[in-house]
């Protein structure tokens, strides 16, 4: 029976994961935000968090180092990607976390598979037909009570098309906290207008992020330059980096 529900699960063909260690928050940086991610995870009355920013700003960052932080609650990441041709499609989004959460909640993974067999192969099917069928149907045959929590996260949503697949992801996960209170969902993206109206539209409550508007984040600069600086001097044989770096050169670059 378990391979039955393998060989059906196999058929949502996830997107592999794209993330490592190397990919995270350096340490001792984004500490306030990580901190209340984790916070809203296990406490949060919210089932979305929606971090935003401009390109450059760390999202992505974060969502790495969320994803290893809380890698035990974990029920899946996709980290959509414009110019890879899986990763930047919306509808390789929620086959792929949906197979993940079918992992690590058996239950779930059980009603998955029989919609599976009975649907075929649903692979580029409009997102709301996915959501309706693959995740909605499915949690409906579980006891909330019974479960922990488990996070979703989606990396860079403004990277995956087209823009109405966007929307409606939006849309339709927010809907999901009366279903299934367990199930956490962290998204980030920039904040282009189309996304910010898809949240304010939402009916449920959103805990969000602005990268823009965070607290100083000079101390998060101070301590990258000075790893950056300590890889510099290791490679060239010049450690440390004092020798070769004054203070007030240093404090130039910052």
Not at 24 to 52: K, M, P, Y
Not at 181 to 193: A, C, D, N
Not at 207 to 224: A, G, P
Not at 227 to 233: M, N, Q, T, V
Request: net charge negative.
């Amino acid at each position: 029976i378990l391979i039955g529900i393998e060989n059906q699960l196999d058929k949502l063909k996830p997107v592999a994961n794209s993330y490592s260690a190397k990919d995270c928050c350096l340490d001792g940086t984004r500490v306030d935000v990580l901190t209340q991610i984790r916070e809203w995870a296990s406490l949060g009355d919210s089932n979305v968090f929606w971090v935003h920013g401009p390109a450059g700003s760390g999202k992505s960052t974060i969502s790495a180092s969320v994803a290893l932080m809380l890698e035990s609650g974990l029920g899946g990441t996709f980290f959509c990607k414009r110019d890879d041709e899986l990763r930047r499609k919306a509808t390789n989004i929620l086959p792929t976390l949906v197979f993940r959460l079918a992992v690590s909640v058996p239950d779930f993974g059980r009603h998955v598979a029989e919609v599976m067999k009975k649907e075929g192969n649903l692979e580029g099917s409009p997102v709301d037909r996915q959501f309706e069928l693959l995740l909605l149907g499915p949690l409906k045959h579980l006891k909330n009570d019974a479960l922990p929590c488990f996070i979703w996260i989606i990396d860079a949503l403004d990277e995956c098309y087209p823009q109405a697949d966007r929307e409606l992801l939006i849309k339709k996960l927010c809907t999901l906290q009366t279903v299934a209170p367990w199930l956490k969902i962290l998204m980030t993206s920039r904040p282009y207008e189309h996304i910010k109206t898809a949240f304010k539209k939402s009916n449920n409550s959103v805990n969000e992020i602005d990268m823009i508007v965070l607290q100083d984040t000079s101390k998060d600069i101070e301590l990258y330059l000075e790893a950056c600086l300590e890889d510099i001097a290791e490679k060239q044989g010049q450690f440390p980096y004092s020798t070769w770096l004054t203070d007030g050169q240093k404090c130039k670059l910052l």
